[in-house]
């Protein structure tokens, strides 16, 4: 099954954007990513028709099209290609003022969970503020709008809706690196539910990863909205599990 | 003489030949301020149209034909910021050339086209020592020409002049727009590479219209190309 956008790189290096695909490939696996960097000779730079075939195969498996461009001119060749689609083509297709990985990862994240272009490009372009500054209010890379972090304690929540809190200890060495963050902030977004994980907003793949916590730590998981409980079993199952990567916790540390 | 559909490719094979010459001017340059690409970028982007050219089948039909192909190959082949700049250019251009002939009105459209195309790709307007700054003068130059009544030609002409003068302003101006721009107030005292090959581009279109192929050069050669011209002739 493939994500209903596609995400497209325009990079001056083949090299850099096979590593990004890699890279958000790994936390986004049904996303179509495709590369359309370097020129046709291998070197450094940008080439129209590469950039076209790359927006077209996008635009061919995909409702909608996300470009990502690296540098000023990748930015200048991106808008090119736009310009040459044609106004049908062109409708389904946004490009991104949004830091490369960054950008893309975040993207990536949020077209997995079967997002519209809107909300992906949103979440591309408020990935640039997270590693700066602790986004306030707004998911840092944009996560489903009405999932931020819930209000610790404060507030009222709407009639039917629940609200809890659970601890749990990270399990596997690594804690929240980038994969596990990815698989808690896309199961997150399954529920009708918003989640915090120590205070960041548990949709966003983004400000898990900036928690920078490591296997040990002990985390507070709040949850509220109608299917609060079950997201935060969810949270706490695999966080407890390690996510599938943990030798047992007693073994490798304390 | 005419400026048809011939001028055109001549235009555009003179174009690569005195790009050619001034490779290592504009390598120069760029070195000084940029990343030292726009020689060998440019170079191989009409490198490339003169091979497109030869291998066409049928002779282009209308000027904008040529313009369009120039504006395609550049796009693909060069590489660095300049393809999508110029290839954007000359796509304006070729919108407002359908005439099988260019007037002196349809060299002015010409322009302001290609001037368009590049301020609105590079978001850049004059002063900001780009390209901009040797089309924008040109255009101004054209506009003056053809309302004194010019001829297509002296048109051109006007044009090219102008651009080789604004391109030689450049030198002293700051950088706010492109790669330059990361050398801030170190970008004074260099020309702009990118107004330089502008002022190179409509220099060839000069050529194209007054040096026809085998024939000696006439008695205005350019400024900018004249430099290491050696075998030009």
Not at chain 1, 170 to 186: E, I, Q, S
Not at chain 1, 230 to 253: C, H, Q, S, T, Y
Not at chain 2, 42 to 68: M, N, Y
Not at chain 2, 90 to 103: F, I, P, S
Request: glycine residues 12%; proline residues 5%.
């Amino acid at each position: 099954m493939t994500a209903p956008v596609g995400i497209v790189l325009v990079s001056h290096s083949q090299a850099l954007a096979a590593g990004v695909v890699d890279l958000a490939a790994q936390m986004a696996p049904d996303v179509l990513i495709v590369p359309a960097a370097g020129t046709d000779d291998g070197g450094l730079g940008t080439g129209f028709d590469r950039v076209l075939a790359g927006v077209e195969r996008a635009l061919g498996e995909c409702e909608e099209v996300l470009v990502l461009a690296d540098l000023g001119s990748a930015v200048l060749m991106a808008e090119s290609v736009l310009d040459a689609l044609g106004e049908d083509r062109a409708a389904r297709v946004r490009l991104a003022d949004a830091p490369f990985v960054e950008g893309t990862v975040a993207a990536a994240v949020t077209a997995h969970g079967g997002a519209g272009l809107v909300e992906v490009l949103a979440s591309a372009e408020a990935a640039g503020g997270t590693f700066a500054r602790a986004g306030r209010g707004r998911a840092a890379d944009g996560a489903p709008a009405g999932s931020g972090a819930p209000a610790d304690g404060s507030g009222s929540t709407g009639a039917g809706h629940e609200r809890g809190a659970r601890r749990a200890r990270l399990r596997n060495p690594l804690g929240l690196h980038a994969r596990p963050a990815a698989v808690l902030a896309r199961s997150v977004a399954a529920f009708d539910a918003r989640v915090a994980i120590d205070g960041a907003n548990a949709a966003s793949v983004l400000e898990l990863m900036k928690l920078g916590v490591v296997g040990g730590h002990e985390v507070e998981i709040r949850a509220e909205g109608p299917q609060a409980e079950e997201a935060l079993d969810m949270v706490v199952a695999a966080i407890e599990g390690g996510f599938g990567e943990a030798p047992p916790l007693d073994a490798r540390l304390q | 003489m005419a400026l048809d559909v011939a001028w055109a490719q001549r235009w555009a094979r003179q174009t690569a030949e005195s790009i050619s010459e001034a490779k290592s001017t504009l390598i120069d340059l760029d070195r000084e301020i940029g990343d030292g690409d726009h020689g060998e970028n440019l170079d191989r982007g009409f490198q490339a149209v003169v091979t497109k050219l030869d291998a066409l089948e049928a002779s282009p039909e209308h000027i904008s034909d040529v313009l369009r192909l120039v504006a395609t190959t550049l796009m693909s082949s060069v590489g660095g910021a300049s393809g999508p700049l110029y290839g954007t250019a000359y796509l304006r251009a070729a919108k407002v050339t359908g005439l099988a002939e260019l007037d002196a009105h349809g060299v002015v459209a010409l322009l302001e086209g290609a001037l368009e195309g590049i301020a609105a790709r590079g978001r850049a307007v004059p002063g900001e020592k780009t390209m901009v700054d040797a089309w924008s003068p040109a255009v101004d130059a054209a506009v003056g020409a053809a309302g004194r009544g010019a001829s297509p030609v002296e048109v051109l002409v006007a044009a090219a002049d102008a651009a080789a003068e604004g391109a030689r302003s450049t030198g002293p101006l700051v950088a706010t727009k492109g790669r330059a721009s990361y050398l801030g107030e170190r970008s004074a005292g260099h020309e702009d590479p990118g107004a330089t090959s502008s002022a190179i581009i409509l220099r060839a279109a000069v050529l194209a219209a007054t040096a026809p192929e085998h024939d000696p050069p006439t008695g205005d050669r350019p400024d900018v190309s004249t430099a290491d011209e050696e075998g030009a002739s």
